[in-house]
């Protein structure tokens, strides 16, 4: 007999014949003839009620299944009596799979987050966390949705690379050389003996080989793990982090907002009428104002604002901030959240930012001294989306490169994309991990992905 999921027994119309649930104890409590059983299989947030009697055989084992334990049951559905829930089981037959000790970390009672993140292992057996997981995944169907159905094709860009696109060199190193014994040549190691013959990284975005697919396909999107080794332990970074970035030819800054705007409008409608009873457990416990958040985001116009207004309203908001502003100044979470918070209670894009604090592939603007870039900020994250218009004049990408120290010769590939047939193009990374915790009201990073790695913490 075929496995029937608890979310569709609970989600059904009608009674169907005997039923057959797989599931683990969330927990149990006993009357004089019967024991119920709140027993949960991971496919909704509601635990469907068992009613196990004691005329079956192996009544008084059931009575040792304690939470955590994992059983099969057969059993008639049957309208329930209780509030909430729509259907019950009525036990005919129930097979113990595993008692679980007493020693099982997750006990009715509420754990902190910080305890949870030490067992990561368990921490999906959690209402909260299983429905985090859920909506995680959900959203990750929402965004290959929304790029198939405009016709966008999905690339697979590499993950081992020789380039560093953000140029920020926060790069964890890709070897197989002895790194207690390298080989040297000048005294240094010599990666010509490595594995590719030269230094390879984890790629930190995507990006480049993104235009160059762009350049071909016309609209492509990557979606994948990203790796940064910034050693910032803030509730904002992770060291490996997924990255959706759409990259689209023909397309100007303007547009590039236009469609950053369209997406995050479009993951969160879609949360919100795909992920209804995980989304309620968020706005119950987590954030009481997470429905308002999220309606302002569908229903509100992002508000434009170029970096050199941005950086007025911060000085003349009398506040005082750790870091201070000037033009020049990169925009640090604390001004972001303030003017997506405090000041303008939406979210905001940000662009034109001044070149210096930008990486060499943005296209520079004809004042040369800010760059088509835009972030997108959003209320308690700060910043969601990073994306620019790219320098598709080969002169300006040459000089820029020059500039900020970067090698011609390394990156010949993509200087080509500028000699044949070179468009204007545009695109964005959305940071998938901030997306969830927009969407969640989650405030730490660690916990929108299953097994998070930061400084100082590869554990699972
Ligand atoms: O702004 P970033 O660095 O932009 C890029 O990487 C571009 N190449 C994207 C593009 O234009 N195709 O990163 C994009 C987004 C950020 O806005 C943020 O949401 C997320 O990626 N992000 C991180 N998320 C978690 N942990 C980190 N360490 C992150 N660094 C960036
Ligand atoms: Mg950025």
């Known amino acids: 007999m075929k496995r029937t999921r608890i979310k569709t027994i609970l989600l059904s119309e009608k009674a169907l014949d005997t039923v057959l649930i797989k599931g683990w104890v969330r927990t149990r409590r006993d009357s004089k003839a019967f024991s119920f059983i709140e027993l949960n299989d991971g496919s909704c947030l509601n635990n469907i009620q068992v009613i196990a009697d004691d005329l079956l055989k192996n009544y008084e084992q059931i009575k040792k299944l304690s939470t955590g334990s994992s059983v099969c049951v057969k059993g008639t559905m049957h309208e329930s009596p209780g509030k909430g829930q729509k259907w019950e089981i009525h036990a005919i037959k129930i097979k113990i799979i595993q008692i679980t000790p007493d020693d099982f970390p997750l006990q009715k009672k509420r754990h902190t987050d910080e305890f949870l993140r030490t067992i990561s292992h368990l921490r999906p057996r959690t209402n909260k966390y299983?429905?985090?997981?859920?909506?995680?995944?959900?959203?990750?169907?929402?965004?290959?949705?929304?790029?198939?159905?405009?016709?966008?094709?999905?690339?697979?860009?590499?993950?081992?690379?020789?380039?560093?696109?953000?140029?920020?060199?926060?790069?964890?190193q890709v070897t197989t050389l002895d790194i207690n014994n390298p080989p040297l040549s000048d005294e240094k190691s010599d990666y010509q003996k490595d594995f590719f013959g030269k230094q390879a990284n984890l790629t930190v975005s995507g990006q480049l080989e993104g235009e160059l697919f762009a350049l071909a396909l016309g609209d492509?999107?990557?979606?994948?793990?990203?790796?940064?080794?910034?050693?910032?332990?803030?509730?904002?970074?992770?060291?490996?982090?997924?990255?959706?970035?759409?990259?689209?030819?023909?397309?100007?800054?303007?547009e590039d907002m236009d469609s950053a705007e369209n997406f995050i409008k479009f993951l969160v409608e879609f949360a919100i009428k795909n992920c209804d009873q995980d989304l309620e457990l968020f706005a119950k416990f987590v954030d009481?104002?997470?429905?308002?958040?999220?309606?302002?985001?569908?229903?509100?116009?992002?508000?434009?604002?170029?970096?050199?207004?941005?950086?007025?309203?911060?000085?003349?908001?009398?506040?005082?901030?750790?870091?201070?502003?000037?033009?020049?100044?990169?925009?640090?979470?604390?001004?972001?959240?303030?003017?997506?918070?405090?000041?303008?209670?939406?979210?905001?894009?940000?662009?034109?930012?001044?070149?210096?604090?930008?990486?060499?592939?943005?296209?520079?603007?004809?004042?040369?001294?800010?760059?088509?870039?835009?972030?997108?900020?959003?209320?308690?994250i700060g910043e969601i989306i990073g994306g620019s218009q790219r320098e598709e004049r080969l002169e300006f990408l040459t000089h820029r490169m020059a500039e900020t120290g970067i090698s011609k010769d390394d990156y010949w590939w993509y200087l080509d994309s500028r000699r044949y047939g070179s468009v204007e193009h545009s695109g964005f990374g959305l940071g998938f991990e901030r997306l969830i915790m927009m969407v969640t009201g989650i405030t730490n990073i660690r916990d929108v992905i299953p097994f998070p790695r930061t400084p100082g913490s590869i554990e699972f």
């Open 288 to 380: 009481k104002n997470l429905m308002n958040t999220l309606e302002t985001i569908v229903s509100k116009k992002f508000i434009r604002l170029p970096y050199t207004e941005a950086v007025s309203i911060l000085k003349q908001s009398g506040k005082k901030f750790n870091y201070d502003v000037f033009f020049g100044a990169d925009l640090q979470t604390e001004h972001e959240r303030f003017l997506a918070e405090k000041h303008f209670k939406q979210p905001v894009i940000i662009y034109d930012y001044p070149k210096t604090i930008k990486p060499f592939y943005m296209r520079v603007n004809d004042d040369e001294k800010t760059v088509a870039a835009m972030d997108v900020i959003v209320p308690r």
């Open 130 to 172: 299983g429905a985090a997981f859920r909506i995680r995944s959900k959203l990750s169907f929402a965004i290959h949705k929304y790029f198939h159905d405009l016709g966008f094709t999905y690339v697979h860009t590499p993950i081992i690379t020789g380039s560093d696109c953000e140029g920020a060199g926060e790069l964890f």
């Open 220 to 254: 492509i999107y990557t979606f994948g793990p990203t790796f940064r080794s910034e050693n910032s332990n803030t509730s904002r970074h992770a060291a490996e982090f997924w990255m959706v970035e759409p990259e689209m030819a023909f397309c100007n800054l303007d």
